[in-house]
């Protein structure tokens, strides 16, 4: 799953991660992440941290306490300084961090690495 609420970034990764053979869910804003990462059918949600509703920081934090080892794998995409935000990501059961902006091989090495791939 993908959730951020910029339309740029979301066809942007939605295209890439499709031609790579991924199956992509999209949703814009923190609520809509919040319940469909609930489900538990995704293995790696990419989560931006600043979206409407709810933040990606207590969408991770939320999804990985109610659900522990079962959690999906989540990645928090930033634009804010990730030395000073890695600590906040990982608090919030994130397995990984990365600013924004970002290259798509520096962001598709990292899903792999999370995914085990």
Do not use: W
Not at 23 to 38: F, H
Not at 42 to 58: A, E, K, N
Not at 72 to 99: P, Y
């Amino acid at each position: 799953m993908i959730a951020d609420d910029d339309p740029d970034i979301l066809d942007l990764l939605e295209t890439f991660f499709k031609k790579k053979g991924y199956e992509i869910t999209i949703v814009v804003n923190g609520k809509d992440a919040l319940q469909k990462g609930a489900t538990g059918q995704f293995d790696l949600i990419l989560l931006d941290v600043m979206m409407p509703y709810i933040d990606g920081y207590h969408v991770a934090h939320e999804l990985t306490s109610e659900s522990g080892e079962q959690a999906a794998k989540i990645l928090i995409m930033t634009s804010r300084d990730v030395a000073s935000e890695k600590g906040i990501a990982l608090l919030s059961g994130a397995a990984d961090v990365v600013q924004k902006p970002f290259t798509l091989e520096e962001l598709d090495k990292r899903v792999a690495a999370l995914l085990g791939a």
